[in-house]
């Protein structure tokens, strides 16, 4: 009885190690960092990375949401200042990116203003 309950305890804390270990290298799903823009070599623009990383990103602001106007498009900021509009990504070349965040429009709303109900690209260069 005593080995039974020692090696279900074991088996247990193992699993329990494994789960953890898993939780760590879950990516954050709005955030692109510099590891994942250099695994896509293919990418010449900002759009083509998070076409390639996270495509479901590129239609959020088109979507119909409650309480937010539908079809209003996401705002791109480089380095913090307002550069456009989503079809801006197309011109920022991958090379010069550090790190891509989306903000979703009721988030980016308190900060960004009404501008941003369809969301915000933040995107970090060199």
Known sequence: MYKSFRLLLTLLIIWSLGC???QRAHRDRYLITADEIASVPQADTAWDLIRYLR???LD???RRTTGAAGGMPALV???GSRSGF???LKNISSAAIVEIKYIDGYEAGGKYGRDSAGGVF????K
């Open 86 to 88: 989503k079809h801006e």
């Open 122 to 125: 933040l995107i970090t260069i």
């Open 77 to 79: 900021y480089i380095n």
């Open 20 to 22: 953890a270990a898993g």
């Open 60 to 62: 959020r602001d088109t």
């Open 55 to 57: 495509p479901n990103l």
